[in-house]
């Protein structure tokens, strides 16, 4: 049982590119988010997956595109990278019945130059 | 501005001390989560709290919820190095929860 999985762990990328986050869950859950963390901050909610085949939008979703691919996949994506990207990216998941109780994967490092 | 305010914001103390971190809030959230992070890996949940006025033990830890539901605090008794790490705590507000900026905590032995 791995939980929740992201890749990759580390990413550079220059300001204009574009990236995929991956994230999967084995855990049966029905919601899925995507957060990112910088520091003094604490953690923003980018987007989030209630359900499959649905996706909302969170605190800071500017820049981003998500795609639930199944039950198990949340992808989060950037088309241009700017800067003000750089962040450490996280995934959760919660099971629908209790949503608060949210599982994370171990994160993101994603450096824009 | 955030909307969970989490003091203090860094505290280093030595092993066996007392502590307590506070979670505070002018909104009333359905429940309170705590989350404790290490270096390099995603926050991993301790407890949870529902009912205002709540309090749960977890070992060392003592967790309580605000009788309105509006704060919440963390009490780490006898600290160990095993302890340090950054502890967050996350208000669940409608569908979504929203997190404080955390307190980082170093415990020196």
């Known amino acids: 049982n791995a939980g929740v999985t992201q890749t990759p762990k580390f990413q550079v990328l220059k300001t204009g590119q574009s990236m995929t986050l991956q994230c999967a869950q084995d855990m049966n859950h029905n919601s899925m988010y995507w957060y990112r963390q910088d520091p003094g901050m604490g953690l923003r909610l980018i987007y989030y997956s209630a359900s499959e085949g649905t996706t909302d939008k969170g605190e800071v979703p500017n820049g981003y595109n998500v795609s639930r691919l199944n039950k198990r996949e949340f992808s989060l994506r950037l088309e241009s990278a700017a800067p003000s990207q750089t962040s450490v990216y996280f995934c959760?998941?919660?099971?629908?019945?209790?949503?608060?109780?949210?599982?994370f994967g171990p994160g993101t490092r994603l450096l824009v130059l | 501005t955030q909307l969970l305010e989490q003091s203090p914001q860094f505290l280093s103390i030595q092993e066996g001390e007392n502590l307590t971190v506070y979670c505070n809030s002018s909104?009333?959230?359905?429940?309170l989560q705590w989350y404790r992070q290490e270096p390099g890996e995603g926050p991993v949940l301790l407890v949870t709290v529902v009912t205002g006025g709540e309090v749960k033990k977890l070992k060392r830890l003592t967790f309580q919820f605000g009788d309105a539901r509006k704060d919440s605090s963390l009490h780490i008794t006898a600290a160990q190095p095993g302890d340090t790490g950054l502890y967050l705590c996350a208000g669940a507000k409608g569908n979504k929860l929203v997190f404080g900026a955390g307190t980082i905590l170093r415990v020196k032995s």
């Open positions: 909104s009333v959230f359905s429940s």
């Open positions: 959760a998941s919660s099971d629908w019945a209790s949503w608060e109780t949210q599982y």
